[in-house]
């Protein structure tokens, strides 16, 4: 029997209808996923409690959603914690331990991930922005837009939104995951740019960061053009959500926004201080967060992939160290949740190297110093105007006299480290005054160089031995010539060994 064409009518009419219920149903189950990163800020944020900041965007987003007053990063400088929130893994754990741009890497290009995980789901998967991972095809993203670190700010904040109206565009029927990497507190920090801010703070405006220690006006300058930064981040996650909800997919999609580590000031980037590690988070999800919602846990940017896959439906891997926030994101109080928080510095690269681990709870924080009292090359690109790597938002010898006592006693402190360190977060948050050694402070001492050596012990650190710290250090010190980035094929040694060691039983 030949298909008349009213039968033809009906049988369309029924697909459409029956694709258009599959679409919804679909939708209803699979939200879509925007993530935003925004570089080298921590919480100086109108939000948080900054007096400074002008973020009226982000202040917003926090009153529609949840913000977590304790975040973290894993490690303080782009790659590893890029790596780390990506792939749900610490950086010991998948590798990249260092900076893309220096040749470290990841120890397995096969490595899951968000893309991997979320293509494989029928997620349309985008980047907007750097990635700054190796190896890059790792993460086979479906559509790669504004792929340079664009530090000079030659791509507005609008191109951006742009850029984000295009993917979205292109999704189609498909649930989407965008992450969007903002660079616009990553030095230089600019203070105009395309008539952005309107109105630029000035040194007299502005004091610097408590945690920082030091004062002039040629800081201030810095400080200042750090908050003209964060408004022009501030306009350009306004425009990137007006796009979101232009494209009509707002009331569907999990927003996410964090900080990838803190501002490089001294004791910030690069360190395993509060200032390096704790950053802004706060997550918007309609009809699943409740509005104005403050959350005081210790939670990590290795709880975003959790979360994500929890939200698209997936099972979360067991070996990702991270939590799913949803129930945080519910208001609801978790039977148990993490007692504390870890980190890792390498340095990130040969002209920084020194090994540093933290861990913290509620209240106090320890820092272990494999290498003690040995020069933190680190810390020399802050505190040494002759070091080749000296960041213009460092301390001076002059800025550094005229500072406090207790500064300048933390200052030497950080540039030749004890082996611990330890700090009582509630009575001195910026870390100021070292108890390690104070017998009052004993059972919080021992407490937590036990938490960091059963974790180091479980998630197979290979740093947990001190010949692999000694063997690392010492490749790192001697490549200081920078001779292996024109080398094509070389790569650091650790990326086979530690892998080799962390696989033995």
């Given at each position: 029997?030949?298909?008349?064409?009213?039968?033809?009518?009906?049988?369309?009419?029924?697909?459409?209808?029956?694709?258009?219920?599959?679409?919804?149903?679909?939708?209803?189950g699979?939200?879509?996923?925007?993530m935003?990163?925004?570089?080298?800020?921590?919480?100086?944020?109108?939000c948080y409690?900054?007096?400074?900041?002008r973020?009226?965007?982000?202040?917003?987003?926090?009153?529609?959603?949840?913000r977590?007053?304790?975040?973290?990063?894993?490690?303080?400088?782009?790659?590893?914690?890029?790596a780390?929130?990506?792939?749900?893994?610490?950086?010991?754990?998948n590798?990249?331990?260092?900076?893309?741009?220096?040749?470290?890497?990841?120890?397995?290009k096969?490595?899951?991930?968000?893309?991997?995980?979320?293509?494989?789901?029928?997620?349309?998967?985008?980047?907007?922005?750097?990635?700054?991972?190796?190896?890059?095809?790792?993460?086979?993203?479906?559509?790669?837009?504004i792929?340079?670190?664009?530090?000079?700010?030659?791509?507005?904040?609008?191109?951006?939104?742009?850029?984000?109206?295009?993917?979205i565009?292109?999704?189609?029927?498909?649930?989407?995951?965008?992450?969007?990497?903002?660079?616009?507190?990553?030095?230089?920090?600019?203070?105009?740019?395309?008539?952005?801010p309107?109105?630029?703070?000035?040194?007299?405006?502005?004091?610097?960061?408590?945690?920082?220690?030091?004062?002039?006006?040629r800081?201030?300058?810095?400080?200042?053009?750090?908050?003209?930064c964060?408004?022009?981040?501030?306009?350009?996650?306004?425009?990137?959500?007006?796009?979101?909800?232009?494209?009509?997919?707002?009331?569907?999609?999990?927003?996410?926004?964090?900080?990838?580590?803190?501002?490089?000031?001294p004791?910030?980037?690069?360190?395993?201080?509060?200032?390096?590690?704790?950053?802004?988070?706060?997550?918007?999800?309609?009809?699943?967060t409740?509005?104005?919602?403050?959350?005081?846990?210790?939670?990590?940017?290795?709880?975003?992939l959790?979360?994500?896959?929890?939200?698209?439906g997936?099972?979360?891997?067991?070996?990702?160290?991270?939590?799913?926030?949803?129930?945080?994101?519910?208001?609801?109080?978790?039977?148990?949740?993490?007692?504390?928080?870890?980190?890792?510095?390498?340095?990130?690269?040969?002209?920084?190297?020194f090994?540093q681990?933290?861990?913290?709870?509620?209240?106090?924080?320890?820092?272990?110093?494999?290498?003690?009292?040995?020069?933190?090359?680190?810390?020399?690109?802050?505190?040494?105007?002759?070091?080749?790597?000296?960041?213009?938002?460092?301390?001076?010898?002059?800025?550094?006299l005229?500072?406090?006592?207790?500064?300048q006693?933390?200052?030497a402190?950080?540039?030749?480290?004890?082996?611990?360190?330890?700090?009582d977060?509630?009575?001195?948050?910026?870390?100021?005054?070292?108890?390690?050694?104070?017998?009052?402070?004993?059972?919080?001492?021992?407490?937590?160089?036990?938490?960091?050596s059963?974790?180091?012990?479980?998630?197979?650190?290979?740093?947990?031995?001190?010949?692999?710290?000694?063997?690392?250090?010492?490749?790192?010190?001697?490549?200081?010539?920078?001779?292996?980035?024109?080398?094509?094929?070389?790569r650091?040694?650790?990326?086979?060994?530690?892998?080799?060691?962390?696989?033995?039983?």
């Amino acid at each position: 029997m030949v298909p008349t064409r009213m039968d033809f009518v009906a049988i369309t009419t029924l697909i459409t209808m029956l694709s258009g219920t599959v679409a919804s149903s679909f939708a209803e189950g699979q939200p879509n996923v925007l993530m935003i990163v925004s570089e080298d800020n921590g919480p100086e944020l109108g939000c948080y409690g900054d007096a400074f900041a002008r973020t009226p965007t982000l202040d917003r987003l926090a009153s529609e959603g949840v913000r977590f007053e304790n975040a973290f990063v894993p490690y303080s400088v782009c790659s590893p914690s890029r790596a780390a929130f990506l792939t749900g893994l610490h950086p010991h754990q998948n590798g990249q331990i260092g900076l893309a741009t220096h040749k470290f890497a990841m120890y397995d290009k096969e490595t899951p991930n968000v893309a991997t995980h979320l293509n494989a789901a029928g997620y349309y998967t985008g980047l907007i922005g750097k990635l700054h991972v190796n190896p890059e095809s790792a993460f086979p993203f479906d559509s790669h837009q504004i792929p340079s670190s664009n530090f000079q700010r030659k791509q507005s904040v609008a191109d951006y939104a742009a850029a984000a109206k295009k993917f979205i565009s292109e999704a189609g029927e498909k649930p989407f995951f965008l992450s969007v990497n903002f660079p616009d507190a990553h030095l230089p920090f600019i203070r105009k740019v395309n008539g952005r801010p309107l109105k630029p703070l000035n040194e007299d405006e502005v004091q610097p960061m408590p945690w920082i220690g030091v004062n002039s006006p040629r800081l201030r300058e810095q400080v200042a053009n750090y908050y003209n930064c964060l408004e022009r981040l501030d306009s350009g996650v306004e425009m990137l959500l007006d796009t979101l909800a232009e494209s009509g997919h707002a009331e569907n999609t999990l927003v996410i926004y964090f900080g990838d580590h803190g501002a490089q000031f001294p004791r910030g980037k690069g360190t395993v201080y509060e200032g390096g590690l704790r950053v802004p988070m706060i997550v918007r999800w309609p009809g699943q967060t409740k509005a104005g919602t403050v959350r005081e846990e210790l939670v990590s940017t290795l709880d975003v992939l959790p979360t994500i896959l929890t939200a698209a439906g997936l099972d979360v891997p067991k070996e990702l160290p991270g939590l799913p926030l949803q129930p945080l994101l519910r208001n609801e109080t978790p039977e148990s949740w993490r007692q504390f928080n870890f980190a890792l510095t390498t340095g990130s690269f040969p002209r920084a190297c020194f090994v540093q681990h933290s861990v913290r709870d509620a209240r106090y924080k320890l820092i272990s110093s494999p290498h003690p009292n040995t020069e933190n090359l680190d810390a020399n690109t802050y505190l040494d105007e002759k070091h080749p790597h000296y960041v213009i938002s460092g301390a001076t010898a002059e800025e550094q006299l005229a500072a406090p006592a207790h500064v300048q006693q933390a200052f030497a402190l950080w540039s030749k480290p004890p082996r611990f360190e330890l700090y009582d977060l509630k009575n001195d948050p910026y870390e100021w005054n070292n108890l390690a050694e104070n017998p009052d402070h004993a059972e919080a001492l021992n407490r937590l160089k036990t938490a960091l050596s059963d974790w180091q012990s479980r998630t197979r650190d290979p740093f947990i031995l001190q010949k692999n710290v000694d063997d690392y250090v010492s490749e790192q010190l001697a490549n200081r010539d920078f001779k292996y980035r024109k080398m094509k094929d070389f790569r650091w040694s650790y990326i086979d060994d530690f892998a080799k060691w962390r696989n033995q039983k």
